[in-house]
């Protein structure tokens, strides 16, 4: 079979594994350590210089980034289909469901890593492994001690935010159904109580925890597992919400209000101190046994770091693509290759660079008519 036929086949391809694929996500083996060390032995070295110079113009994107690793990996496996703006089949992205909108943060670091990357070694480097390197890149810059990121990920054809309900976690919910939906991902509960440790930097916006400061329940108007103190912070920080309220211009609150920058086990000792922001925050000490995790790693700094550093690899590792018979190598992290695009790549690499060009103009408005603000927005 030629290469061209292959690179035919891939769509159809892609689709098929897709209709065929268990509802649950599952730890997929196949990433290698060095996997560009032939065909692009810069790329982890320029995508963390990269990531370190775009995070010495703005420190809050370290958590941005993070960020955007753990819901692309959570929504269709580690496959970058978070970055798309648009989708061959016309479904609206994951970008624009609400979880996701302009609450994505550092996004254009990406963009700037693959467009470096591209330049050096074309169709190459996928974007799902961007991400991946760019999130350990981020966490390290925050203070997490070094650890080795497998690669061979390559990039999703599909991304639809229809994907998100009944997958990703939402601000409100409580142990039993967060730690369902990481069973659903083949993570443990413990891996739920080590990765929301990522909420040590970072922050939410007022809408995503102001039910916990005004309305709370009949009885309480502040949610009473909040630290008085704390509450009446966050209550001068977070107004009262109103119908009018543009989401775009709520604050953002610190999830870590002693070490808001540094990924450490701050995080922990702040939940039980009655300082965890989010009602999903907060629950990890509700929970008698999520509680005694969250002691352990409160006691623990290096503990939690190195299994933060292996729960980020396992996540990594959900519903990769790693044969070339499925996804694709991007050209950019927003837009499918075009068959066109991917036909002229194979017979001709010389006019890699045109082709890239022409399709710049593509990059669509992007808009959040779906967004409903508060998280009783989410599913
Ligand atoms: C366990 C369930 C989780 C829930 C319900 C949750 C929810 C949220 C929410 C509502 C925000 C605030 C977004 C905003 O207002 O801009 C947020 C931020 C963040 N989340 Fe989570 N999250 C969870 C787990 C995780 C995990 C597993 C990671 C990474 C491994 C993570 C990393 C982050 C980071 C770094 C931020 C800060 C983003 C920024 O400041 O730009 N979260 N999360
Ligand atoms: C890839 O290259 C790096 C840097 O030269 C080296 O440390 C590493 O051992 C190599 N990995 C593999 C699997 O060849």
Redesign the pocket.
């Known amino acids: 079979m030629s290469r061209l036929t292959v690179v035919f086949l891939v769509g159809a391809a892609a689709a098929a594994a897709l209709l065929g694929a268990a509802v649950d996500a599952k730890i997929v083996d196949g990433l290698r350590a060095g996997f560009y060390n032939k065909t692009c032995p810069e790329a982890e070295g320029t995508i963390r210089d990269v990531v370190n110079s775009e995070i010495g113009m703005d420190r809050?994107i370290a958590?941005?980034i993070?960020?955007i690793f753990?819901h692309d990996c959570f929504i269709t496996g580690c496959d970058a289909s978070i970055l798309l703006d648009e989708t061959p089949s016309g479904d609206v992205p994951e970008k624009e469901s609400s979880a996701n909108g302009f609450?994505l943060?550092g996004l254009r670091t990406i963009d700037v890593a693959k467009s470096t990357i591209e330049a050096m070694c074309p169709n190459t480097v996928s974007c799902a492994d961007i991400l991946a390197f760019a999130a350990r890149d981020a966490a390290v810059s925050a203070g997490l001690p070094w650890y080795d990121v497998t690669a061979g990920r390559r990039d999703g054809m599909r991304s639809n935010m229809d994907d998100l309900p009944g997958k990703m976690?939402?601000?409100g919910?409580q142990v039993p159904r967060?730690a369902e939906l990481f069973a659903q991902h083949g993570m443990s509960q413990e891996d739920?109580v080590v990765?929301?440790g990522?909420?040590s930097?970072?922050?939410?916006?007022c809408f995503?925890f102001s039910n916990r400061l005004y309305g709370f329940s009949q009885g309480a108007d502040i949610d009473p597992a909040l630290e008085p103190a704390y509450a009446a912070q966050l209550r001068q920080v977070c107004p009262q919400p109103r119908e009018e309220d543009d989401p775009e211009k709520a604050p953002?609150v610190s999830f870590d209000s002693r070490t808001a920058q540094e990924l450490d086990n701050v995080y922990y000792s702040e939940l039980l101190a009655g300082r965890g922001l989010?009602t999903?925050d907060d629950a990890l000490i509700k929970d008698p046994e999520t509680k005694k995790t969250v002691e352990l790693f409160a006691a623990n700094d290096a503990l939690w770091q190195q299994k933060f550093a292996q729960a980020?690899q396992k996540?990594g590792a959900l519903d990769v693509l790693v044969d070339t018979t499925q996804g694709q190598i991007r050209q950019q992290c927003r837009l499918v290759n075009t068959q066109t695009t991917q036909q002229t790549t194979q017979q001709t690499p010389q006019s890699t660079q045109e082709s890239t060009q022409s399709q710049q103009p593509r990059r669509p408005g992007f808009g959040f008519g779906r967004f409903i603000p508060g998280f009783h927005g989410f599913f």
């Open positions: 809050t958590a941005g993070i960020r753990f609450t943060h976690p939402a601000p919910h967060l739920l990765l929301s990522a909420h930097i970072g922050g939410a916006h995503m953002k989010l999903s980020m996540l």
